[in-house]
């Protein structure tokens, strides 16, 4: 298993500019979720999807979007990427149910936007 | 308004000696809480768990305690090695709901 990966490692994004960070689970995880953590700061949810074409916002969903078509891919979309959006964003997922909480993490991708 | 505190973001501990990192909640739905540990250029690993209707979980080096009525809950690492320098998170749920973290705290263990 790759677990949860997530692509790119790192981009840099000029301001007013689009892109997708990829993240992609091979664990039959039913629940997956968008992080982005600020320096200093926690983790702070953005997106979470409790299955294949079911999605919700979190705490921080401002200038982002994303999709669940299918159970492995969760897909963040920024449209009109802000210097606000810099940040390291994780993806993450869990099966859910009963003790199944634990949640995985992927390695994360470095987004600067100048 | 945080849900989970971790009020120092930073510890120092020589190497073999008890590591106690501290975390409150404000939530008292909570009922499942976790630790989390970040190396640098890595995402968050799970560490350990536990359920609202323990107090204490074991899991070698690592114990977590449980206080509900104070809503504080600790991990322990004993002893400290320089390997367990990293930020620890603390996260907790109420039902099914996503995981709210905590800020972290920075684990320096010196040899």
């Known amino acids: 298993n790759a677990g949860v990966t997530q692509t790119p490692k790192f981009r840099i994004l000029k301001i007013g500019q689009s892109m997708t960070l990829q993240c992609t689970q091979d664990m039959n995880h039913n629940y997956m979720y968008w992080y982005r953590q600020d320096p200093g700061m926690g983790l702070k949810l953005i997106y979470y999807?409790?299955?294949?074409?079911?999605?919700d916002k979190g705490e921080v969903p401002n200038g982002y979007n994303v999709s669940r078509s299918t159970t492995e891919d969760f897909p963040l979309r920024l449209e009109l990427a802000a210097p606000s959006q810099t940040s390291v964003y994780f993806c993450?997922?869990?099966?859910?149910?009963?003790?199944?909480?634990?949640?995985?993490f992927g390695p994360g991708t470095r987004l600067t936007v100048l | 308004d945080q849900q989970v505190k971790q009020n120092s973001p930073s510890l120092s501990v020589q190497e073999g000696r008890i590591s106690i990192l501290n975390c409150d909640y404000t939530n008292s739905m909570f009922d499942y809480f976790l630790w989390y540990k970040k190396y640098p250029a890595e995402g968050p690993t799970f560490l350990i768990s536990i359920s609202s209707i323990k107090d204490k979980n074991e899991d070698g080096r690592f114990t977590v305690f449980l206080n509900k009525s104070a809503k504080h809950l600790s991990l322990h690492i004993v002893p400290s090695q320089p390997g367990d320098s990293a930020v620890y998170f603390c996260a907790a749920r109420e039902g099914n709901t996503p995981l709210v973290f905590g800020k972290g705290t920075r684990l320096s263990v010196i040899a």
């Open positions: 993450a997922s869990n099966k859910g149910g009963g003790s199944l909480w634990e949640q995985f």
């Open positions: 999807s409790v299955g294949a074409g079911i999605t």
